[in-house]
């Protein structure tokens, strides 16, 4: 299985200065929106989909200066092998733009301690060229989750011991985090594997990748935590 040719890029630096550069390059407009989207998404007239939609649409802008300073490049797939925290308002969110089914989920609490698992990919991941079939609707987990690593060498399914720098989102982007998790909220606060809601099936019907679901009855700040924290990350890094 290979998700990914491992990249011989080098990007300049350590992950704490690639933060810094990564700083130094976002517009002080951004910044200001970012802090204040939380306050604008809890307006009435602004649904929990229009408002996720605004989020993905801040988080791209922000992430769109990282050029050269990730390891993250089309055709690296690992992270598409581990489990994928979604809320019922994303996995909903992408049937409205794609036309699938979204299955119900159980209210069971997530089981599976799993990361990278090469016989469970996300449903959406094609094998073909490694790419994402739903990117530009993907939840925000995989929306944020960047490696600042020098390559994908941490994110290798044989290198699940190494630790991969990646930013602490709830710090990072704290009005984007608390407008997600009140839309979530509002939409039902329903939390599953992304599996759940688009089971993978085999040929005959059979489904073959599938996770328990978080708890509903989680706090906020144990999602916010969940969300964080769904990734094999050993260093947090504040973008702030």
């Known amino acids: 299985m290979n998700a990914g040719k491992r990249t011989e890029r080098r990007n300049p630096g350590t992950p704490t200065e690639r933060i810094r550069r990564l700083n130094a390059r976002i517009p002080v407009a951004l910044v200001r929106e970012e802090s204040a989207i939380a306050k604008q998404l809890r307006k009435p007239r602004i649904s929990p989909m229009d408002g996720l939609e605004a989020l993905y649409d801040l988080v791209d802008r922000h992430l769109s200066y990282t050029s050269g300073l990730v390891a993250c490049h089309k055709g690296c797939a690992y992270c598409c092998y581990s489990e ?18 979204v299955a119900e989920v159980a209210d069971a609490p997530m089981v599976s301690e799993s990361f990278r698992d090469p016989a469970r990919p996300c449903p959406f991941v094609t094998t073909a060229d490694n790419t994402c079939a739903i990117y530009p609707y993907r939840p925000m987990l995989c929306r944020t989750h960047i490696s600042f690593a ?91």
């Open 84 to 101: 994928v925290a979604t809320s019922r308002l994303e996995a909903d969110f992408i049937a409205a733009k794609t036309g699938l089914l």
């Open 150 to 240: 020098t390559t994908n060498a941490p994110c290798q399914f044989d290198s699940t011991d190494i630790g991969m720098p990646n930013l602490d989102r709830g710090r990072s982007w704290p009005g984007v985090m608390r407008g997600y998790l009140d839309i979530v909220e509002r939409h039902g606060g329903v939390w599953a594997d992304i599996r759940n809601y688009f089971p993978l099936k085999n040929e005959g019907g059979e489904i073959v990748a599938n996770f328990e679901c978080y708890s509903t009855k989680q706090s906020a700040k144990d999602r916010a935590v969940a969300v964080r924290s769904n990734a094999p990350i050993t260093q947090f890094i504040d973008l702030t």
